[in-house]
């Protein structure tokens, strides 16, 4: 698994082929998580950008890995790992709202949600902020009171950013109406 992370990109085609390489054996998925939450690895990065992946494709092979995974977010600082991060978040998020998805404990919602609201509003790039906006708001369906953190911060923050943030805000502030 090393060599094969050591040997990726950040291409598409050579993080799928880290990532179905990692599904494809236990130990494998096992060696790419504990490098990509080990934030002094050197191949960290590359790690986090074919987990992301994993959990796209198959999220519930992440089950076991989800209480590390809470435990390092607040670690993660580099910009090229909060993308992946925060889009697993995300994932979570939807999976956990969903009837027969993955099922996280209150102390792991809490922790990723702290962690959402921490880079939403801190200056992190745009992909990163949108991952963070609609994972809480997935979460505010069960927590009322992520609204009313999400509401001010996505408005006074909307029009600092790309457009497509700014569609993103709107889309969520008319739902939160």
């Given at each position: 698994m090393y060599s094969k992370i050591e040997l990726s990109t950040c291409h598409v085609k050579s993080?799928?082929?880290v990532s179905n390489f990692a599904m494809k054996d236990e130990n494998n998925l096992k060696e790419i998580t504990q490098i990509a939450f080990d934030?002094?690895?050197?191949?960290?990065?590359?790690?986090?950008?074919?987990?992301?992946?994993?959990?796209?494709?198959?999220?519930?092979?992440?089950?076991?890995?989800?209480?590390?995974?809470?435990?390092?977010?607040p670690q993660i600082k580099n910009d090229s790992d909060v993308r992946p991060a925060t889009r697993i978040c995300f994932l979570l998020a939807k999976s956990n709202h969903r009837k027969n998805g993955i099922n996280l404990s209150q102390e792991q919602e809490h922790n990723i949600i702290e962690n959402l609201i921490d880079r939403l509003i801190q200056d992190e790039k745009v992909a990163s902020k949108v991952?963070?906006?609609?994972?809480?708001?997935?979460?505010?369906?069960?927590?009322?009171?992520?609204?009313?953190?999400?509401?001010?911060?996505?408005?006074?923050?909307?029009?600092?950013?790309?457009?497509?943030?700014?569609?993103?805000?709107?889309?969520?502030?008319?739902?939160?109406?």
């Open positions: 993080r799928k082929t934030v002094n690895h050197e191949l960290h990065t590359k790690a986090f950008w074919s987990l992301d992946l994993v959990c796209e494709k198959k999220l519930r092979l992440f089950v076991p890995y989800i209480e590390s995974f809470c435990e390092v977010l991952y963070a906006m609609k994972a809480l708001f997935v979460f505010g369906k069960k927590y009322d009171w992520i609204y009313e953190e999400l509401k001010p911060i996505i408005s006074q923050d909307a029009y600092n950013h790309s457009a497509a943030y700014q569609t993103c805000a709107r889309n969520i502030l008319k739902k939160l109406k």
